[in-house]
Each structure stands twice: as structure tokens, then as C-alpha cells.
């Protein structure tokens, strides 16, 4: 629209140049039509206040046809601006024409305006006439404009822009070769643009750029539909240069080469990077180091590209993951296979520690491949085997063997933050398959503590970086030490064996919503014992009445009691526990159930609680009994 | 736990007809109209309890009561406001000085995930995965009727002023 409005200024000057004799000129014109744009009640006028400059003033009303560019906005939006008249004014304070050398010419506006709906843009323009082509240098000081929605709108900015324009030279042996050969049938022209925006802030959907020091400098030629940029280099504040040239043809990218060999990626990523990633796990990240990037495209589809970083420090600002020291290798062919090579010095995934890590993996058009990944963590590590990942639709999909190599629990418990556990974990799962975020195992995970087992069985998870992580898993428990877990979690010492299951086991957001547990004494002979404390503990989390221990005058007079069996369950559902225990008895359930002397009963009468109730008893009471933990 | 603990919020979803025509007739149909009572009070105990609470529904809350804070300001300026599936949308960006915008854009992302995880979760919580957009299409009305005077919030036509 900017450049219509100018050529129609230019237009009614060389209009009104034979009566310079004149104090002022207006032209007045109903209605002007052209391809996508109306304009109506126009007026131009011409001042002449001194015998060396003009004084131009040209103002009505624009309609814009075709409005695409207004497309996207909603449409009360659009029918309230999008297709109605709106005024439009052209201002130049100071018209100067020079006469140069051998009928070259040059105009000079300077303390130019142009209004239009939502755009003030100041400036001040030269356009001269050479022999042959044209040079037009335009100065934009503190412009301002914004669509209707908001989303492409820009405050102060300060532009230098200079364009050279040189028409071909008629003899063929001048012009480009070979695949300008269309170039050659219509007349064409060679370019060279210079822009250099000095300062302002521009927001334009979903990029914001806050300050001004970018330039950019490019050549070409230009004719017809097609538009080759032979060089162009830009550069951009704190980020770094990126070169490129291409060819545009019929609307259509055909041939572009970019090479940025050397970008910092902490401003590139907050600048550039992180609007696009919005929705991914990568949104809101810490970075630091260095990023290279190449990108060849012919006949319209990419043909190779190539992705290093050096030295780089990521970190999640949430705190899911980590990485640190990565450096990347990432050659790309459409036609070949190459070989991606990533290593980094740690890190972390969901708080457990990821150490130093080096990873050869082959990448094959849309699909990743490596016969094994050893990621160490801790004193064990993670290995996958025959992992394979493509991209179809937009979404990735990935299966791969994977194996634990035992990681201790004392290291590991004390990454997670938890109590400080003895034993090992370790798993082989024959298969893990991840689709569009879906993660689904095949096989057990093997936690080996507690002097027992505990096997996780059909693993699943739904989006685990997204803001609603689920999980489904069955827990299975055999012959854990009483011992030792009633240490490690410090409620009342009781000795024996647990055995349990927890089906059905659903988390949201890391916090169960749903499961069917079932813990009971394991079957077979050991010793069994109660401590006075643990009944204590196991009647404070029923709440005042809810259980109560047969017997109760006994309790005074021993540390400790035998039972045969113990036993509790609870059904979650909407954050109510349904509680029973080994047997029901009259109105209440057993929970200890108590043999030989000195013998204790527990029972309980609520049949339900409130999961987040239990929650914060159980925390008052491990909180209330913590003690040194006495190997 | 059965599902429609709560039935104080019953008839926002689930409104009765009740066909006055009914009336006039004789006690045949009046005795058909008592069944048909009958009838939609069993089918509104089967709806959803949408004050139901689990961890993961009130950590999603949580967090929306937090970033309300940050919002309410674009709600009163307009430049934020309520949209009829239950969401927030950008609806002025101009009210908004540039540098801020991105960080509108990322405010209004999130509330709408969490406000999306919310449906789901209380639709999931009544074990009725399914009633997913009914819980929606009810909130969407229960955010108009808490919104404060001046903010906008979009009906069949578009946008309008509280």
C-alpha cells in the first residue's frame, strides 16, 4: 500500500510541474480503482512557499479490495474495520527536485508523513534517477503502526533502507547464465538492498524484538515472478550473522542456502527460538553456548541441513530436566543416512541424575536409528537397545528394548528426595513404545529393597513433560521387610513381612487419583512383633475413634506384642480411601490381628477417609516420630 | 464413591422442562407427568459433581488461582476475555503495550491447558470420561456469571461488555 500511494504522489508532482508560476495546485479526483485497491475523494494539493522546494498534501479515503491481510482477525473485527473506507493522508513538508548530470534527476522529501488506519509512519525519502536505474534511500524516524487485532504492530522504530535498481543490460552476454533464462525473455532488474533498523520495537505475532541493530544487506536480480537473491547476510544483535541466497519463484521458495555457522544461542533462543516452542517441553528453558545451523533447499523441498551446538548448558526453568556440556553433531540428507553424534557432560530428567553420556545414532531421512544408548545414572545406567524413532504427521514415534543395569537405592532415594532406602533397582523391559505422546511398556521394572521386591508392571504415561503428566502402573510387592520400611519412613518399628499389591494405580500430576491397594503379612514363619509405637501411629492415622487397640490397658505395660497377621487395603476413588483390613469384625475390620502374650488387636471403624486427610496424618506422624535412622 | 454427590449444581446442567400444558389435563396424564419428574430426577443423579476434588484437580486449581493474579488486569482492560467453550482468548492485543504481548499470549496458553486439564479431570473424577464437553459448557457459563462488570466474555455474535 506504501509504495501505491507514493507512486500516485509522484504521479500528480510531475502533474503539476509546468505551472510552477502557481502559488498552489489542487487536484481533486472522485474515485481512483485499481486491482485491490479503491480510493475516493482524493485531494492533492501543491504549495509552492519558496521558489526551491514544494509543499505537498494528499489525503482521502482507501478501501482495500482483497483484504487477505485482514483475514485472520475475527469477524466482528473484520466487518467493523476490515472492508469500510478508512482516511489516508500523504505529507511532504519539503518537495525538492534537483537536476543532476546528463538528465539524471533527483527527488527529496523530507519531513514526509504518511497516515493511514492504525500507521503514522514519519520519513524522509530520496529517489534518484541515474543513468541507467533508480536509488531510493528512505528514512523512517519513530514510526508506528498496528493491525486491528494487535498482532503486527510496531512502536518507534527508526529504519534506514536504501535500494538500488538497475535494469538488465539488453546484450545476453551480460546477463546470468543458465538458470536465469527466463530472466532473460522478460526485462528484468539487478538490486541491491541495504536495511539497517536502527532502533524500535516490533511485535509481530508470535516474535517480539525489543531493540533495534539488526541489518541486513542483499543482492539480486528481479523479473517477473521470480525474485534470486545472489547474496544476502544478515545480522542480527547479540545473536550473530546468518548468510544466504535463493531463488523465489510464483510465490514458492524454489532454492534457498542459509549458513549461520556461529549463533549464541541464549539470545537466539529468547528472541527467535522459544515463541515457536511454545507449546513444547522446551518453552521455557536456561541456555547458554554456541549453535550452528545450514539449510540447502532445492525445487522447493530441503535437501540437507545440518544442527551442532558447542559447549551448550540447558536447564529447564521448571526444574524437569537438564543437560549440560551437550554438544551435538546433526548432519541431515534428504537422500542419504548420516551419522548424528551427541554427548554431554550430565544433567538431569525429572530430578534423577544423568551422568557423562556420549551417543552415535544414525539418522535416515524422517527416521532415528542406534543399536544401543548407554545413558550412566548414578552407579548404574540406562541402556537401550534397537532404538528406533520416526516423525510421521508431526508427531514422533519411537519403540526401544531397554534394560536397567542396577542403580543403588541409597544414591537414587537420595536424588528423589525421599527417605534414605537400601537395595537396588533394576528392570528389563522388552519393549517401550512411545506415540504421540503416549508411553507404554512391556515387561516389569524391579525394584529390589527392602529385603523383597517390588515389581511395576504395564507402565504407562501420557504426556510426561506436559502440565497434565499421567501414569498407570500395577505394583506388586513380595516379602518386604517390616524392618527395615518402618525405619525407613519412621513409624513404630514393626517386625515381619509384607506382601501387597496396588492395581489399577493412576496418577495426574504425579498424585494418585485412582488404585485398589491390598497390603497383608506374607505368608509362611518369622518373627512377629508390634512395637507400642506403631499401634499408636496406626491409630492417629484412623483419626480420634476411628480405631481403637482391644485390650488397650495392656499397652502400658509392654514395648512390644505379638500378632498373627496384618492386613490393610484401600480403594481410591475421587479422594476417598475405602478402607478394610484382614477380616471384618461386628461393625469395625481388624488391622492387627493379635496371638500369643503379650497379644494386641488392632481394629478399625472408618470405613472412609479422605485421601488428602491420610495424607497429612501420615506425614504428622512420621514427621512426629523421626529419629536417627540406627543401622 | 457414586457419582452426583453434590446436587446443588444438578439443575445447571441438566435443566428440567416442564410442560405446562400438562396442567390442564386430567389425572392420567397428571400421574404420567409425576413419573416423568421421577423419570429426570433419576437421570439427575447420574450427573456430574463438578465440586469434586482429587490432587490433580486442585493442583490444577491451584495454579489458575495463582495466574489469576497476573490475568484479572487483561480481563479488566479487555484485552483478555471469556470465550463460550470455556476458554480465555487474546481479544484486543492493542490494550496491551508491545513488550507485553508474548507474555499475554503464554499466560492465556496456559490458563487454557489447565482449564482443558480441569474439564477432563472432573469429567474423569465422576468416572464419565465422556461428559468432558457438558462439564465444559458449564463452566463456560459459571466464568461468565463470576466475571466482573467490564469484562467481555463472547456470546453467539461476538464480544461483549459485561
Same mark, same amino acid.
Given at each position: 500500500?506504501?509504495?501505491?500511494?507514493?507512486?500516485?504522489?509522484?504521479?500528480?508532482?510531475?502533474?503539476?510541474?509546468?505551472?510552477?508560476?502557481?502559488?498552489?495546485?489542487?487536484?481533486?479526483?472522485?474515485?481512483?480503482?485499481?486491482?485491490?485497491?479503491?480510493?475516493?475523494?482524493?485531494?492533492?494539493?501543491?504549495?509552492?512557499?519558496?521558489?526551491?522546494?514544494?509543499?505537498?498534501?494528499?489525503?482521502?479515503?482507501?478501501?482495500?479490495?482483497?483484504?487477505?491481510?485482514?483475514?485472520?482477525?475475527?469477524?466482528?473485527?473484520?466487518?467493523? *474495520?476490515?472492508?469500510?473506507?478508512?482516511?489516508?493522508?500523504?505529507?511532504?513538508?519539503?518537495?525538492?527536485?534537483?537536476?543532476?548530470? *546528463?538528465?539524471?534527476?533527483?527527488?527529496?522529501?523530507?519531513?514526509?508523513?504518511?497516515?493511514?488506519?492504525?500507521?503514522?509512519?514519519?520519513?524522509?525519502?530520496?529517489?534518484?534517477?541515474?543513468?541507467?536505474?533508480?536509488?531510493?534511500?528512505?528514512?523512517?524516524?519513530?514510526?508506528?503502526?498496528? +493491525?486491528?487485532?494487535?498482532?503486527?504492530?510496531?512502536?518507534?522504530?527508526?529504519?534506514?533502507?536504501?535500494?538500488?535498481?538497475?535494469?538488465?543490460?539488453?546484450?545476453?552476454?551480460?546477463?546470468?547464465?543458465?538458470?536465469?533464462?527466463?530472466?532473460?525473455?522478460?526485462?528484468?532488474?539487478?538490486?541491491?538492498?541495504?536495511?539497517?533498523?536502527?532502533?524500535?520495537?516490533?511485535?509481530?505475532?508470535?516474535?517480539?524484538?525489543?531493540? %533495534?541493530?539488526?541489518?541486513?544487506?542483499?543482492?539480486?536480480?528481479?523479473?517477473?515472478?521470480?525474485?534470486?537473491?545472489?547474496?544476502?547476510?544478515?545480522?542480527?544483535?547479540?545473536?550473530?550473522?546468518?548468510?544466504?541466497?535463493?531463488?523465489?519463484?510464483?510465490?514458492?521458495?524454489?532454492?534457498?542456502?542459509?549458513?549461520?555457522?556461529?549463533?549464541?544461542?541464549?539470545?537466539?533462543?529468547?528472541?527467535?527460538?522459544?515463541?515457536?516452542?511454545?507449546?513444547?517441553?522446551?518453552?521455557?528453558?536456561?541456555?547458554?553456548?554456541?549453535?550452528?545451523?545450514?539449510?540447502?533447499?532445492?525445487?522447493?523441498?530441503? /535437501?540437507?541441513?545440518?544442527?551442532?551446538?558447542?559447549?551448550?548448558?540447558?536447564?529447564?526453568?521448571?526444574?524437569?530436566?537438564?543437560?549440560?556440556?551437550?554438544?551435538?553433531?546433526?548432519?541431515?540428507?534428504?537422500?542419504?543416512?548420516?551419522?548424528?553424534?551427541?554427548?554431554?557432560?550430565?544433567?538431569?530428567?525429572?530430578?534423577?541424575?544423568?551422568?557423562?553420556?556420549?551417543?552415535?545414532?544414525?539418522?535416515?531421512?524422517?527416521?532415528?536409528?542406534?543399536?544401543?544408548?548407554?545413558?550412566?545414572?548414578?552407579?548404574?545406567?540406562?541402556?537401550?537397545?534397537?532404538?528406533?524413532?520416526?516423525?510421521?504427521?508431526?508427531?514422533?514415534?519411537?519403540?526401544?528394548?531397554?534394560?536397567?543395569?542396577?542403580?543403588?537405592?541409597?544414591?537414587?532415594?537420595?536424588?528423589?528426595?525421599?527417605?534414605?532406602?537400601?537395595?537396588?533397582?533394576?528392570?528389563?523391559?522388552?519393549? /517401550?513404545?512411545?506415540?504421540?505422546?503416549?508411553?507404554?511398556?512391556?515387561? +516389569?521394572?524391579?525394584?529390589?529393597?527392602?529385603?523383597?521386591?517390588?515389581?511395576?508392571?504395564?507402565?504407562?504415561?501420557?504426556?510426561?513433560?506436559?502440565?497434565?503428566?499421567?501414569?498407570?502402573?500395577?505394583?506388586?510387592?513380595?516379602?518386604?521387610?517390616?524392618? +527395615?520400611?518402618?525405619?525407613?519412613?519412621?513409624?513404630?518399628?514393626?517386625?515381619?513381612?509384607?506382601?501387597?499389591?496396588?492395581?489399577?494405580?493412576?496418577?495426574?500430576?504425579?498424585?494418585?487419583?485412582?488404585?485398589?491397594?491390598?497390603?497383608?503379612?506374607?505368608?509362611?514363619?518369622?518373627?512377629?512383633?508390634?512395637?507400642?509405637?506403631? /499401634?499408636?501411629?496406626?491409630?492417629?492415622?484412623?483419626?480420634?475413634?476411628? /480405631?481403637?487397640?482391644?485390650?488397650?490397658?495392656?499397652?502400658?505395660?509392654?514395648?512390644?506384642?505379638?500378632?498373627?497377621?496384618?492386613?490393610?487395603?484401600?480403594?481410591?476413588?475421587?479422594?476417598?480411601?475405602?478402607?478394610?483390613?484382614?477380616?471384618?469384625? %461386628?461393625?469395625?475390620?481388624?488391622?492387627?490381628?493379635?496371638?500369643?502374650?503379650?497379644?494386641?488387636?488392632?481394629?478399625?471403624?472408618?470405613?472412609?477417609?479422605?485421601?488428602? +486427610?491420610?495424607?497429612?496424618?501420615?506425614?504428622?506422624?512420621?514427621?512426629?516420630?523421626?529419629?536417627?535412622?540406627?543401622? | 464413591?457414586?457419582?452426583?454427590?453434590?446436587?446443588?449444581?444438578?439443575?445447571?446442567?441438566?435443566?428440567?422442562?416442564?410442560?405446562?400444558?400438562?396442567?390442564?389435563?386430567?389425572?392420567?396424564?397428571?400421574?404420567?407427568?409425576?413419573?416423568?419428574?421421577?423419570?429426570?430426577?433419576?437421570?439427575?443423579?447420574?450427573?456430574?459433581?463438578?465440586?469434586?476434588?482429587?490432587?490433580?484437580?486442585?493442583?490444577?486449581?491451584?495454579?489458575?488461582?495463582?495466574?489469576?493474579?497476573?490475568?484479572?488486569?487483561?480481563?479488566?482492560?479487555?484485552?483478555?476475555?471469556?470465550?463460550?467453550?470455556?476458554?480465555?482468548?487474546?481479544?484486543?492485543?492493542?490494550?496491551?503495550?508491545?513488550?507485553?504481548?508474548?507474555?499475554?499470549?503464554?499466560?492465556?496458553?496456559?490458563?487454557?491447558?489447565?482449564?482443558?486439564?480441569?474439564?477432563?479431570?472432573?469429567?474423569?473424577?465422576?468416572?464419565?470420561?465422556?461428559?468432558?464437553?457438558?462439564?465444559?459448557?458449564?463452566?463456560?457459563?459459571?466464568?461468565?456469571?463470576?466475571?466482573?462488570?467490564?469484562?467481555?466474555?463472547?456470546?453467539?455474535?461476538?464480544?461483549?461488555?459485561?
Amino acid at each position: 500500500m506504501l509504495s501505491r500511494l507514493l507512486c500516485t504522489g509522484i504521479f500528480c508532482l510531475s502533474f503539476a510541474h509546468p505551472a510552477l508560476a502557481l502559488s498552489s495546485i489542487s487536484i481533486e479526483a472522485a474515485t481512483v480503482e485499481t486491482a485491490d485497491t479503491q480510493l475516493r475523494n482524493l485531494r492533492a494539493e501543491v504549495k509552492l512557499p519558496a521558489a526551491d522546494y514544494l509543499q505537498l498534501h494528499l489525503a482521502g479515503e482507501i478501501k482495500s479490495a482483497a483484504d487477505s491481510s485482514q483475514a485472520p482477525a475475527p469477524d466482528h473485527v473484520k466487518s467493523e *474495520a476490515g472492508h469500510s473506507w478508512q482516511a489516508a493522508s500523504l505529507d511532504c513538508a519539503a518537495l525538492v527536485q534537483k537536476n543532476l548530470a *546528463a538528465g539524471q534527476q533527483e527527488w527529496q522529501c523530507a519531513k514526509g508523513l504518511l497516515n493511514l488506519q492504525g500507521a503514522k509512519l514519519p520519513f524522509s525519502l530520496s529517489l534518484q534517477q541515474q543513468n541507467p536505474g533508480y536509488q531510493l534511500a528512505l528514512q523512517l524516524q519513530g514510526a508506528s503502526f498496528s +493491525d486491528a487485532a494487535g498482532s503486527h504492530a510496531a512502536e518507534n522504530l527508526h529504519l534506514q533502507a536504501t535500494l538500488n535498481l538497475k535494469p538488465d543490460v539488453a546484450a545476453p552476454a551480460k546477463a546470468a547464465p543458465a538458470k536465469s533464462a527466463q530472466a532473460q525473455a522478460r526485462p528484468g532488474w539487478q538490486w541491491q538492498l541495504g536495511l539497517d533498523w536502527q532502533q524500535g520495537e516490533l511485535y509481530w505475532q508470535p516474535w517480539y524484538i525489543a531493540s %533495534g541493530g539488526h541489518t541486513l544487506q542483499a543482492s539480486g536480480h528481479y523479473a517477473g515472478d521470480t525474485l534470486s537473491v545472489t547474496q544476502a547476510a544478515l545480522n542480527l544483535d547479540k545473536v550473530g550473522q546468518a548468510s544466504a541466497s535463493g531463488l523465489w519463484q510464483g510465490g514458492k521458495i524454489q532454492t534457498l542456502h542459509v549458513d549461520a555457522p556461529d549463533l549464541a544461542l541464549a539470545p537466539l533462543y529468547s528472541l527467535l527460538l522459544q515463541p515457536m516452542l511454545a507449546d513444547s517441553a522446551l518453552n521455557k528453558l536456561e541456555l547458554a553456548g554456541q549453535a550452528g545451523l545450514s539449510l540447502h533447499i532445492e525445487h522447493g523441498e530441503p /535437501v540437507s541441513a545440518l544442527l551442532s551446538l558447542k559447549q551448550v548448558d540447558m536447564e529447564d526453568q521448571q526444574g524437569r530436566f537438564a543437560l549440560y556440556k551437550l554438544n551435538a553433531h546433526i548432519p541431515w540428507e534428504y537422500d542419504a543416512a548420516r551419522q548424528v553424534q551427541l554427548n554431554y557432560a550430565g544433567g538431569h530428567l525429572l530430578k534423577i541424575p544423568l551422568g557423562e553420556t556420549s551417543v552415535l545414532a544414525e539418522l535416515n531421512r524422517y527416521s532415528l536409528t542406534t543399536p544401543q544408548l548407554y545413558l550412566p545414572i548414578l552407579d548404574g545406567a540406562l541402556s537401550l537397545t534397537d532404538v528406533s524413532a520416526t516423525q510421521a504427521g508431526g508427531q514422533w514415534h519411537w519403540h526401544l528394548r531397554a534394560n536397567l543395569v542396577p542403580i543403588s537405592m541409597p544414591a537414587l532415594s537420595h536424588a528423589l528426595g525421599w527417605p534414605r532406602m537400601e537395595g537396588k533397582v533394576a528392570a528389563a523391559i522388552p519393549m /517401550v513404545t512411545y506415540s504421540a505422546g503416549n508411553l507404554t511398556t512391556n515387561g +516389569d521394572l524391579l525394584f529390589q529393597m527392602f529385603n523383597g521386591n517390588i515389581l511395576v508392571k504395564g507402565l504407562r504415561m501420557q504426556t510426561p513433560l506436559g502440565s497434565a503428566a499421567r501414569l498407570q502402573a500395577n505394583l506388586e510387592m513380595q516379602r518386604l521387610d517390616l524392618g +527395615d520400611l518402618t525405619r525407613t519412613f519412621s513409624f513404630g518399628a514393626i517386625e515381619g513381612k509384607l506382601d501387597g499389591a496396588v492395581n489399577h494405580l493412576e496418577l495426574s500430576n504425579w498424585q494418585p487419583v485412582a488404585f485398589d491397594a491390598d497390603f497383608h503379612s506374607s505368608p509362611g514363619k518369622y518373627r512377629k512383633k508390634i512395637s507400642q509405637r506403631a /499401634v499408636e501411629n496406626i491409630s492417629a492415622l484412623g483419626g480420634a475413634g476411628a /480405631v481403637a487397640a482391644i485390650q488397650r490397658s495392656v499397652l502400658r505395660f509392654f514395648d512390644e506384642f505379638n500378632y498373627a497377621d496384618l492386613g490393610w487395603r484401600c480403594q481410591l476413588r475421587n479422594d476417598i480411601c475405602s478402607m478394610s483390613g484382614v477380616e471384618y469384625s %461386628g461393625p469395625g475390620y481388624v488391622i492387627v490381628k493379635g496371638s500369643g502374650v503379650p497379644a494386641i488387636t488392632v481394629m478399625g471403624y472408618n470405613h472412609k477417609v479422605g485421601w488428602s +486427610d491420610l495424607i497429612t496424618r501420615l506425614k504428622r506422624v512420621t514427621e512426629g516420630n523421626s529419629s536417627p535412622v540406627i543401622k | 464413591m457414586k457419582a452426583g454427590m453434590n446436587m446443588t449444581y444438578l439443575s445447571s446442567i441438566k435443566p428440567s422442562h416442564i410442560n405446562t400444558r400438562k396442567f390442564f389435563v386430567n389425572l392420567v396424564l397428571l400421574s404420567s407427568l409425576v413419573l416423568a419428574t421421577a423419570l429426570l430426577m433419576t437421570q439427575a443423579q447420574a450427573a456430574a459433581d463438578l465440586e469434586i476434588n482429587t490432587p490433580a484437580i486442585s493442583g490444577i486449581k491451584n495454579s489458575m488461582q495463582t495466574r489469576h493474579a497476573q490475568l484479572s488486569g487483561f480481563y479488566a482492560s479487555g484485552a483478555v476475555g471469556f470465550t463460550r467453550d470455556g476458554l480465555v482468548a487474546v481479544r484486543d492485543a492493542n490494550a496491551v503495550p508491545l513488550a507485553q504481548r508474548q507474555g499475554v499470549n503464554a499466560l492465556v496458553s496456559a490458563e487454557n491447558n489447565d482449564r482443558n486439564a480441569l474439564y477432563r479431570e472432573i469429567a474423569t473424577a465422576n468416572s464419565h470420561p465422556e461428559w468432558e464437553a457438558e462439564v465444559r459448557s458449564t463452566f463456560a457459563q459459571r466464568w461468565i456469571q463470576k466475571a466482573q462488570s467490564g469484562w467481555y466474555y463472547q456470546d453467539g455474535s461476538g464480544w461483549v461488555k459485561k
